[in-house]
Structure formats: structure tokens, C-alpha cells
């Protein structure tokens, strides 16, 4: 467009549109006089207590400070708030024209300027994403507003008698397990996206609609609304199981000479809920779209972050809700980020997890919660393990109140060196895993002397550092553990295969009690065989432990009179056996892999492609480093049985390149 204008003339409206009086559209012109990538204006919006299960006397784990600000309690010390500060935040009171009025409205007279703007609601399932973007007919949310104002502006802006003719078209997606469906034309099928030359994003095939009026919008609008996929879950019998983009454009064309035209573009986009397995219970499809929700929130997290960081790789590719968006995040766009928050304690990791992906800036404020009656119990988080907490979410499902009073006898001595204060309890629907991971940071720093450094009110820097320390720590532990299973399995090995020496064996080796176990059965038939064509390598390899082969078979319930689950025997088939410190050597790598590696090395194991990589990585992101290799099962989208044949095919590759390396 900018070829057939003028050198000397360009400049002119250039300067008109830099100074304010002039319309030309900063987006259209050179990339060198573009504006800085704009930042992403991020504003949170606490929902109010809807759900049935909060007790009257349920207080809610965050609350508004000022109109930019909230504070939220500190999982490890109750002395202390977290708190956020947002480009804007709405408490549970305000309306849905606060919303708009405030946060969204202010941007859409940019698309007069053939700018392109965006707004996305953000947040864990069920907190209300989808009230805020559509609402209801009573409290009409962002869409309906918006597109009533925008038509407004477009007739009055492009009457008759006005330099600039407008029309308005809509076209209605959703992004559903990283395909784009055209939700105005269901049958049609994944769309893909394009990009022209000019850095436009398109998409072929995808239908618009001109509308005129809010009449005309309903008219399509409703009954695609219907095409949206939608599901149960645990936490929200309407779970949304897409982002769904509602595109509006808005196209002007000039009435004289030029006879210029423009282009903008307005997203108004429905995510698809963060969620937690774990609590959501998901399983099967549902799991699988949860995979391809969560993978997709992270590369947006990833988005936003480098935007907002001015980072010179934004990486818009790495999942198609942020290609969609490449032309109106960032660049001359305009986007606000709505984050959706609950107020229920049962949220409360959900929380901290939007707020840690909404937040521009937080610091630690020295104070208790205000709004927060926590009662300071006498734990000692050193000394507290999964199973005692999993006793206390029990016994807060018999009644709160029952946790109120706190247990009558402390689990650790009172002014014992190990006791803290901790509201842990209090946070009661915390997840019994991440609670563990939790402690567990908790123990490494204590048993590290750094008990005056708590982590989250730590400087970023001194953050890394410490978590840093913290993953070596974590992972020699795991190293310790593989060494204690190794020489379990061990002499678990050598009583298999020498039954009779096992009873005249010294007394003095003792299985671990666990495994300890007395089989009536009858015993198993040995055999270890070695095959001809390996005999000679064998004899030369250091790793030849791996081509012993072991008989296996039909697994069949051995009667264990020790342990609580049967132990399982097999026979009648050969398999290979794997020495078990070779086993151990295999392990470790691929957790090394696991927990170190970028998603490019992943994709160096078998049976690990590009989406299981950015899965994997993305989950240590949000969870921390994996502590054993079957911890891949939690990623969503893994399920037990991929995770078993990845481990069979890569356990001995790696085990052998470790032991034959030159390390
Ligand atoms: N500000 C609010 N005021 C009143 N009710 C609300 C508000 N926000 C959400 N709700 C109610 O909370 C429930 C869950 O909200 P909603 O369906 O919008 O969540 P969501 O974040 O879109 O969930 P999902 O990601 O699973 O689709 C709904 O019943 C909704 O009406």
C-alpha cells in the first residue's frame, strides 16, 4: 500500500499520526519506525465465593489491596503476604462494566486506526473466564459490549458525508487440541494458518460475516456459540475444552483520493482453563485436551514474558493459539490479559500459579493476611510427611472445624529447634503432591542452614541461586535413592537365583523390610541362557551384563505372607535381563535428560516427539524437576503405558552409552 504514496507525503502523515491529529496507521508503516513491541496490560479479576461447598465462615485466600493491587497468603509463613501488583484488579464486587469499562473499552479505538488489539480471559478452570468474556443475559460480559460499541463507533464513524466508508465482519473460531475449527462452518474441518508477506496472519477458508448491527451478531453468533466443545469435569460441570476467538475486523476504506484502506483487527478469546489433573480427575480424552490446553497456556506464558521482557525471539510458532495471534500480541497491538481468579481456598495453588503468570511485579509484604484468621499450628515442616497431611485433608472433609481446633497434640514438641509456625493446614485444599514438593524444598533449605531464607520472598536472583541448589540437592537424593534400590535389588536377584544358598546365606543380610516377603509357592525354574552369536562379545563387552537372557512369561500371584500386595512371579518366556546398577545408570540419565534437558534433547529419546518434549518441559516448568523417571506418568497427555515402553526403549541405549562413554 505504501508504494503508490509519495515519499514527502508519507512523512507528512506520519508526523499528523505521531503528534495525534492525523489517522495514519502506525502498523502500516516501514518496520524501522515502528514503535517498541508494546507490553501486554495485564489485569486480574477475583470472582466472587460460588461455590456451595465453602462454609459460611470461608474466607477467601486473596483480596484487593487498591485498584492495582492484591494480597494473597504466604503458603510457607503466615507472617507474611504475597503481594501483586496488576495493571489493574477488580474485586469480587465489581460489575461487569468495570471490567469493560475499565480495561477494555480504551482499546478498541485503536482498531479505527488500523491497529489490531486483543483481549484474553485467562485463568484456572471454573474462575470465571467465560462469565467475564460473554457472561450472561443479564450481566452481558466483554464480547456483547464490545461489539456494541464497536458497531456504534463504526456507523457513526463511516456515515455518509465521512472521509472513511467502515464494515465490520466476524468469523468465529476455536482452537481445540491444537487444531482451529471454524465454528460458523463446523463441517469444514482443521484450518490452517497462514502468514502474508506483510507479517498479516490469515486463514484461508475461515468464514466471515458482515454485520451491521448487534442484531446481526447474535444472529450468527448464538447458535456457533453451541459448536463450542464443552465438557464435565470435577470442577466445572461446563468446562470449556477450547480457547475460542471471536475475530472481529474492522475495514475502512478512504471515500476520495488516495483512496487508502485499512485494516483492525479485534480477538476477543475464551481460554480454555488452566488446569490440574490431579484435582480434575481427568482421565482419557478429557486428559488428552487438558494436554494440549496446558501446552499451549505455557508457549502464550512464554509470549507474553518475552514481550513484556523485550526479549528478541518471540515464540508465537511453538503452538497455534499464538501463531493466530502473532499480528495482534505485541508488535503495534493492543492486549490486555484478563486473569481469572477464585477466591476459594480450594483454588489456592491455582492462584498462585495465574497471579505468578499474570504478574509484572510482586513483592513480599511483612504482615499477615489481613482478611486471613489463620491459626498458627504447631508443625514442624521438616518433620511432616505426605501421609500425615493427607490425614489432616481427610480430616477437614469430616469438618473444618475439627482443623480450626488444631490436633491436641502437637506433632512436634513445642520449642523443639525444627518447630515453625506454618498455615499449611489452613490452606486445606492444597494438593497432598505439591504439598510434598513443597516440604520437601522446605527440608532441603533447613537441613542447608538457609531457615531465615524463605524462598518466595527471596530476590529473584537469590531465588535461582537457592532453587538452584536446592535441584542439586534433590537430585543427589535421587541418586542415593536409585543406589538403595540397586543393591535392594541386588540381593532381591541373588536369592532368586540361588534359592538354596538363600537359606544357608549369613544372617547379616537383610532385605529392606518392604520387600521382604515369604512365597509358598512353588519356586521358579531358573534359567539364564546365553545366546551363541553374544558369547564372544560378551566376554569382551564391559557392558554384557544386557545380553544375559532371563526367563520370564505369564505373570502369575505369588502368595506373599509380608507384603501388602501380591507379589507377581512370571515364567515361560526370555527376556533380556539388565544388570540392576546398569538399570540404575540407565535411569538417572534419562531423569538427567528429563529434568536438564531443553526441548530439543528431549526429542533425542525414542518414542519422544516434539509435542511429548514441550509437554515434558513444560511440566517441569510449572512443577519442578521430576524425581523419578515414572514421574512422567503425571505429565499430561503420558499415559503409564507410554511411559513403560519409553522407559524399555531407552533405559539400556543410555545405560550402555554411560558405561561406555568416555566418561
Ligand atoms: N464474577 C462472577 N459473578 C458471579 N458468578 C460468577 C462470576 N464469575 C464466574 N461466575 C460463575 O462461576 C461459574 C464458573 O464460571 P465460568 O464457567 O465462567 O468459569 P471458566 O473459568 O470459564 O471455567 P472453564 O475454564 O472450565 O470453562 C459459573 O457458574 C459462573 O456463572
Known sequence: MDAGIPAQRRRREMAAATSGAGRWPLSKV???????????????????????????????????????????????????TLKYQFDAFYGERSSQQDIYAGSVQPILRHLLDGQNASVLAYGPTGAGKTHTMLGSPEQPG?????????????????????????????????????????????????LVIREDCRGNILIPGL?????????????????????????????????????????????????????????????????????????????????????????SLFVLGKVVDALNLGLPRVPYRDSKLTR???DSLGGSAHSILIANIAPERRFYLDTVTALNFAARSKEVINRPFTNESLQPHVLAPVTLSQKELLGSEAKRARGPEDDEMGSPEPLAPPNSASQKLSPLQKLSSMDPAMLERLLSLD?????QGSQGTPLLSTPRRERMVLMKTVEEKVLEIERLKVKQKELEAKVLAQEAVEPKEKENCSPTILRPLSHRSISVAKPLKKAVVLPLQLLKEQAASPIAEVHILKKRGRKRKLESLCAS??????????????????????????????????????????????????????????????????DLERVEGISGKQVESFLKANIVGLAAGHRCGPS
Open 30 to 80: 516501514r518496520a524501522s519506525r515502528r514503535p517498541p513491541p508494546a507490553r501486554v496490560r495485564v489485569a486480574v479479576r477475583l470472582r466472587p465465593f460460588v461455590d456451595e461447598t465453602a462454609g459460611a465462615n470461608d474466607t477467601p485466600c486473596v483480596q484487593g489491596l487498591d485498584s492495582c493491587s492484591l494480597e494473597i497468603a504466604n503458603w510457607r509463613n503466615h507472617q507474611e
Open 142 to 190: 466483554v464480547i456483547p459490549r464490545a461489539l456494541m460499541d464497536l458497531l456504534q463507533l463504526t456507523r457513526e464513524e463511516g456515515a455518509e458525508g465521512r472521509a472513511w466508508a467502515l464494515s465490520v465482519t466476524m468469523s468465529y473460531l476455536e482452537i481445540y487440541q491444537e487444531k482451529v475449527l471454524d465454528l460458523l462452518d463446523p463441517a469444514s474441518g482443521d
Open 207 to 295: 468464514t466471515q460475516k458482515p454485520i451491521t448491527s448487534f442484531a446481526d451478531f447474535e444472529r450468527y453468533f448464538l447458535p456457533a456459540s453451541r459448536n463450542r466443545t464443552v465438557g464435565a469435569t470435577r470442577l466445572n460441570q461446563r468446562s470449556s475444552r477450547s480457547h475460542a476467538v471471536l475475530l472481529v475486523k474492522v475495514d475502512q476504506r478512504e471515500r476520495l483520493a488516495p483512496f487508502r484502506q485499512r485494516e483492525g483487527k479485534l480477538y476477543l478469546i475464551d481460554l480454555a482453563g488452566s488446569e490440574d489433573n490431579r484435582r480434575t480427575g481427568n482421565k482419557g480424552l478429557r486428559l488428552k485436551e487438558s494436554g494440549a490446553i496446558n501446552t
Open 324 to 326: 493466530l495471534l502473532q
Open 443 to 447: 527440608r532441603l533449605l533447613g537441613s
Open 565 to 630: 500386595e501380591p507379589e507377581e512371579k512370571a515364567e515361560d518366556c526370555w527376556e533380556p535381563q539388565i544388570s540392576p546398577e546398569l538399570l540404575a545408570h540407565g535411569r538417572q540419565k534419562i531423569l538427567d535428560l528429563l529434568n536438564k534437558g531443553s526441548a530439543r534433547d528431549l526429542r533425542s529419546l525414542q518414542r519422544i516427539g516434539q509435542k511429548k518434549a514441550q509437554l515434558i518441559v513444560g511440566w517441569r516448568e510449572l512443577h519442578g524437576p521430576f524425581s523419578q523417571v515414572e
